[in-house]
Each structure stands twice: as structure tokens, then as C-alpha cells.
């Protein structure tokens, strides 16, 4: 589907152009939510059936959010950039990596551009260093599910570690958890927390 769509773009009859690299981004935008996986399902097979409508473009308009785009590019660019860096070296790296990690018989569409972080001017102040729980600090509580696609969840076990800190775990997948209403066991235990939060705890699996 993706050489297909990158070779020539579906447009529906609405004359709404869809890119291989538009079956991408939302792919990673509905993967997140289990609950929207079926509205993922119904975008692959339309297209797949060439007979994408308003509800695709729909979904894949809603994939592109700006506003938090621009707001991660910001916190990014504060953390990692680095304006003297050869802008040559750096295409020529992400050439690789994308040669490197690539579909079968699909080529993105962009050709190694320089990216926001790159023309920052400001040198990012990101020091990777692990964090000493001091003991002014209250007690504090991690929530995580073992398959998140976005947050590790052995980023969840370091930190729950670092601060000497249950940690809760669900068993499941999925991204953002506490007090949605998707895990009654989970939200129970949070709840608990907040009520007491000095209560001695351990940690807890929630299936």
C-alpha cells in the first residue's frame, strides 16, 4: 500500500489527496489509543479497497495536530539542539538512518531537510543524569502499562527505583492511564494515594 500510494496518491472524491506518508503518520497517531484501533482498521482497508471517503481524510486531517507538534519541537530544540553542528554531517546521518530502518519497497517522500532543531540558536541544556530523591520530597506513586508504544515502561521501573516508589503496572497497552476510566484497579489504587498519600505502599499488577 505504501509504494502504491507513494507511486501515485489516492484522491477521493472530495478531490482530498492521500500520501503513503499520510498512511504513516496517522498509523502512529491512532496506534496509541486501543480504543481507536478499529477507526485505524477502517482507514487501511478503504484505501486498501481504493474507496477512502470523508471519514479517512477525516482521521488523517486529525492526525496532523500543530499545536502540540510545535509545542514538542520547542521542548525538543530547548534539550538537544546545537547550532554549530555541520549541517552536510547531519543530513548524511539521517540519510543513513533512514536507509537503514526502511519499509520494504517504499522511499519516504522527504529528502533529508534540515530540521527546526537545526536552525535553533540557542544550544540545548538537556544533561542526561539520574535524579537523587531528597527527602523534603512526599511519596510519590509511578503508573505505567507494559506495552505503551510511546512511554517505555522500563522508563517507568528507572524512575519508580530512582525515587524508591511503587510502582503500579497494567498489564496491557495503550497510551495515558490514571483516572481515565479505563482501569477500575488502577484508578482505585491512584485514588487511594491521593487520600493518603504517606500510607506505606508496594508494588501492584493490575490485569
Known sequence: MLR???EQPFVTAAGYEISADDVLTVTRSLLLWPERWHELATVLRQLDAGIAGQQ??????ESYSPDADDAL???TCADVANPTADPQLLRRQRQEINTAALY???LPLHEYPLEMC???PYRGKDRPHMPVASA???PL???AQRYDPTTPYRNAQVMASAFKSPLITRERDGHTLALNGIDSCV???VVEYLLAPKKPRRDKVCR
Open 104 to 106: 520494504a519497497h517504499y
Open 118 to 120: 537545526d536552525l535553533w
Open 73 to 75: 519541537n520547542v521542548i
Open 136 to 138: 523534603a520530597l512526599p
Open 141 to 143: 506513586l509511578f503508573v
Open 4 to 6: 502504491k500510494l507513494h
Open 56 to 61: 479517512v481524510s477525516d482521521l488523517i486531517d
Open 187 to 189: 484508578d482505585e489504587s
